[in-house]
């Protein structure tokens, strides 16, 4: 089984509707990253979480600890979010940093 | 973007050859990253540095080594590459001795083994 498991691997929606993207862990961590990759493009950082919930613009990050669980919600979609998204998450170590563990990734396509 | 950089972008070579990536940051961050990305696979850690000299290995490590002999560049090497090793590469540095956990990536460096 995956450290880091995401849902859906993919999803396509039309303009404008709710986007959910879920992150689910096995392992203890110090934080947890959505990252958005666009096709043949570089990965950009769009959150960091340690608790609780951040907000973006359109976007919306929440982290529930106990469950080991984390949401990606995009509201108003836009042809332009139609990207990879993924979730890493740090292992808590004590203090290093060891670098992240990653889910597969939501292959997201946004419909005009 | 942190000031990273990756070179080569793009690499085509042949079986057994050695192969080095460089990347550079420019940001003095003391951690410092190799991922390979696969389809299928997604991104992996290959190998990490914690400093200067002090590096450590990932979940893909076999057939990889690392050098940092400076602050500002990660070697990744592949003594002999083979064909397994076609893949995208991203170095990435933490801002976690800035007491920060945001990770950068660079651009990325496809290579392709035949």
């Known amino acids: 089984k995956n450290e880091v498991e995401q849902s859906p691997q993919n999803l396509t929606a039309q303009e404008g509707e709710f986007i959910t993207i879920n992150c689910s862990y096995s392992v203890g961590i110090s934080a947890l990253h959505w990252l958005q990759q666009h096709p043949g493009g570089g990965i950009v950082s769009l959150f960091m979480l340690s608790s609780g919930k951040k907000k973006h613009g359109r976007l919306i990050a929440t982290i529930n600890i106990q469950e080991k669980h984390s949401s990606l919600h995009i509201t108003a979609s836009h042809p332009r979010d139609s990207a990879v998204y993924i979730c890493a998450v740090m292992r808590y170590s004590g203090g290093g940093a060891d670098g992240l563990t990653f889910g597969k990734g939501t292959h997201l396509i946004i419909q005009p | 973007d942190a000031g990273i950089t990756q070179s080569p972008r793009h690499k085509v070579t042949e079986t057994g050859t050695p192969v080095t990536l460089r990347c550079h940051q420019t940001?003095?961050?003391?951690?410092m990253y190799w991922y390979r990305q696969d389809p299928g696979h997604g991104l992996r850690l290959i190998h990490y540095?914690?400093?200067?000299?002090?590096?450590d290995k990932g979940e893909v490590s076999d057939g990889y080594s690392v050098s940092r002999s400076k602050t500002e560049d990660f070697l990744l090497t592949l003594e002999s590459a083979t064909s397994s090793q076609t893949s995208v590469y991203f170095c990435a540095i933490s801002a976690r001795d800035r007491g920060e956990e945001e990770q950068f990536f660079g651009p990325g460096t496809r290579l392709t083994v035949l």
């Open positions: 540095s914690y400093g200067v000299k002090d590096t």
């Open positions: 940001e003095n961050h003391r951690y």
